[in-house]
T-cell receptor
Framework: AQSVAQPEDQVNVAEGNPLTVKCTYSVSGNPYLFWYVQYPNRGLQFLLK??????LVKGSYGFEAEFNKSQTSFHLKKPSALVSDSALYFCAVRVNYGGATNKLIFGTGTLLAVQP | DSGVTQTPKHLITATGQRVTLRCSPR?????VYWYQQSLDQGLQFLIQ???????AKGNILERFSAQQFPDLHSELNLSSLELGDSALYFCASSATSGRQEEQFFGPGTRLTVL
């Protein structure tokens, strides 16, 4: 079965420190991977995606993610965390669903808490 | 602001009732997706429409149905509501139906079934 896993329910980091939010995937074929962020009482916002090419993908708000095929991972990173980065982060993989259709499968989400 | 609008923002209703959630996609987007977010199930894909036609079905109950109209807005109909249907329902849109495209999410409709 095709899936995506976020092994940490919560990540705590001090402001100014680097942060990593982990994601691993299991798909057949080439994965199309996405990161979304959800602030309280808001919809999901797109951060970045990996389709092909360079394994290091840069996205919004200073976030980046590293695609690692051998480890089937797509971890989200930021060199210096801000308190305003505190939110719920979702990793997602786009899978074939038959023919031209496809759907996003989301991980369970990781709550990032950045302490001042 | 993603450009995707959803109404209403909140909905409180009773078991057995029927409700309709509405979504307007970003200007020019042809695909609309519906998702359900709940504490126990997480974010689950329900259904996708592309240019008025159903494209994919996910974990959507038979009591639920959706449609996309010629002006591309979409409605999700939930009937014979149960307590377990209480959740946040998101609509998302994308330009076409390509695997490479990111989806843009609306703010959601919070449904509470009492």
């Amino acid at each position: 079965a095709q899936s995506v896993a976020q092994p940490e329910d919560q990540v705590n980091v001090a402001e100014g420190n680097p942060l990593t939010v982990k994601c691993t995937y299991s798909v057949s074929g080439n994965p199309y991977l996405f990161w979304y962020v959800q602030y309280p009482n808001r919809g999901l916002q797109f951060l970045l995606k990996y389709i092909t090419g360079d394994n290091l993908v840069k996205g919004s708000y200073g976030f980046e993610a590293e695609f690692n095929k051998s480890q089937t991972s797509f971890h989200l990173k930021k060199p210096s965390a801000l308190v305003s980065d505190s939110a719920l982060y979702f990793c997602a993989v786009r899978v074939n669903y038959g023919g031209a259709t496809n759907k996003l499968i989301f991980g369970t989400g990781t709550l990032l808490a950045v302490q001042p | 602001d993603s450009g995707v609008t959803q109404t209403p923002k909140h909905l409180i209703t009773a078991t057995g009732q029927r409700v309709t959630l509405r979504c307007s996609p970003r200007s020019g987007d042809l695909s609309v997706y519906w998702y359900q977010q709940s504490l126990d199930q997480g974010l689950q894909f329900l259904i996708q429409y592309y240019n008025g036609e159903e494209r994919a079905k996910g974990n959507i109950l038979e009591r639920f149905s959706a449609q996309q109209f010629p002006d591309l807005h979409s409605e999700l109909n939930l009937s014979s509501l149960e307590l377990g249907d209480s959740a946040l329902y998101f609509c998302a849109s994308s330009a076409t139906s390509g695997r490479q495209e990111e989806q843009f999410f609306g703010p959601g409709t919070r449904l509470t079934v009492l």
